[in-house]
């Protein structure tokens, strides 16, 4: 799969963290990058300082306007700003980007048995395509403000740290 951010490769892109982020915050980034090589065979490049082309840019925003999950994405010259209210809400703009533009889907996490031949439950299912060619472009914006503090209703993602 190919993917372009306005007429530029992904693979000329850096994602950029702030320099005292969080441990959600570099997961997330981690998770972007592990993404965009499972759909696409490129690898980007992580920095936590500096200005750049080409570059994915992780943003604190602020949590009374975007809420702790809350997120928007959205362009800004060659650039594609993540900006989030809280920890929570960069792996939330991750997720829904990787969603929404590669078509990446997670599907029951944890809660699908393999059977008991194989006698374990599945880690996570999820489609990732590797075909075709996905273009983001200059007009794209991509937000959410969860109406609730806290997404999940149940304690189960509580007790996982991956889902916390």
Known sequence: MKVFIS????????????????????????ELIHYVKKATGVTLGL???????YELRFIQGDKK???VDGFHVYRRGNSLIFEYGGGRGALYCVYAFLESTIGV??????????GWEKG???????????????VVSDNFDLQEKPA?????????ALV?????
């Open 7 to 30: 007429q530029n490769n992904i693979k000329d892109y850096v994602i950029v963290l702030p320099k005292d982020c969080s441990a959600a915050e570099t997961y997330a980034a981690s």
């Open 47 to 53: 920095m936590t300082h500096g200005s750049y082309d």
């Open 65 to 67: 306007t975007l809420t």
């Open 105 to 114: 889907r997670f599907y029951a996490q944890g809660l699908t048995y393999r």
């Open 120 to 134: 374990t439950w599945m880690r996570a299912i999820e489609k990732i395509p590797s075909e075709g060619e996905i």
């Open 148 to 156: 609730f503090y806290y997404r999940d209703g149940t304690t189960h």
């Open 160 to 164: 996982h740290e991956e889902w916390c």
